[in-house]
C-alpha cells in the first residue's frame, strides 16, 4: 500500500523551530524519485496554501512568499522522505500541514496545491505557535 505519513508536528511558542518528515512507503525508489514532492497547509477558515515543493529531477525548490527564508524543504530520496525544516514560527503558521507528490515537477510553482496535481497526500500534522 502506498501512502506518505507527516510527522513533527507539534506546539511550539512563536520564534522556535520544528522539522516536519513526510516519509513514503510502498514506493520502489524509482518511483519515489519520479515525483516532486510539495507541502500545503490548512488553517480553519482558511484556504488551502500551498507553500513549498521541490522538483523530483534538478531539485529546484519553490516557496510561497509568506514561508520565504523561514522554511526549507529538502528530500532524501534514498531515505524516501522529505522535510520541512521550520523556522522563526509564526502564530499565522497554526495550521495542519500536509505534504503530496505532484504528478509532474512542471507543477511544482505557485498555485500547485490542488488535488488533481496530486497522485498521492499524507494525513497531515498539526503544527500550532502559541504564546
Known amino acids: 500500500q502506498v501512502q506518505l505519513v507527516e510527522s513533527g508536528g507539534g506546539l511550539v511558542q512563536p520564534g522556535e523551530s520544528l522539522r516536519l518528515s513526510c516519509a513514503a512507503s510502498g514506493f520502489t525508489l524509482d518511483i519515489y524519485k519520479y515525483y516532486a514532492i510539495g507541502w500545503f497547509r490548512q488553517a480553519p477558515g482558511k484556504e488551502r496554501e500551498g507553500i513549498s515543493c521541490i522538483s523530483s529531477d534538478d531539485g529546484s525548490t519553490y516557496y510561497a512568499d509568506s514561508v520565504k527564508g523561514r522554511f526549507t524543504i529538502s528530500r532524501d530520496n534514498a531515505k524516501k522522505t522529505a522535510y520541512l525544516q521550520m523556522s522563526s514560527l509564526k502564530p499565522e503558521d497554526t495550521a495542519v500541514y500536509y505534504c503530496?507528490?505532484?504528478?509532474?515537477?512542471?507543477?511544482?510553482?505557485?498555485?500547485?496545491?490542488?488535488?488533481?496535481?496530486?497522485?498521492?497526500r499524507g494525513q497531515g500534522t498539526q503544527v500550532t505557535v502559541t504564546v
Open positions: 503530496a507528490t505532484l504528478i509532474d515537477s512542471k507543477f511544482c510553482g505557485g498555485d500547485f496545491a490542488h488535488d488533481y496535481y496530486f497522485s498521492l
